[in-house]
């Protein structure tokens, strides 16, 4: 059973990989933070999978936390996008 938990969990992570490389080739702001959520949600399926494996519950939190982390960047990033957006309509209305 657990060849199984791990073959699942490179096949996860060789899909990330995957759509990692087609995503961050785009220059775009919004297509780079999918990147990262998406480095978030597959790195911790594929932790999660392998924790199972070798009955290690310190994978699990390690997960716990990779999805975190990805959460509060994508808040950010939001944040910040809203900020910006906000400077750049006031700088136009000074300069009109």
Request: charge should be negative; include cysteine.
């Amino acid at each position: 059973m657990a060849e199984i938990l791990i073959g699942s969990a490179f096949f996860i992570l060789a899909v990330t990989a995957l759509g990692l490389f087609k995503v961050l080739r785009s220059g775009i702001a919004a297509e780079r933070m999918m990147a990262v959520q998406l480095l978030g949600s597959g790195g911790a399926a594929a932790l999660l999978l392998l924790g199972t494996a070798s009955d290690s519950a310190a994978t699990s939190d390690v997960a716990l936390l990779l999805t975190l982390f990805a959460a509060f960047s994508c808040a950010a990033f939001t944040l910040g996008e809203a900020d910006l957006q906000t400077m750049v309509s006031e700088q136009r209305k000074d300069e009109a």
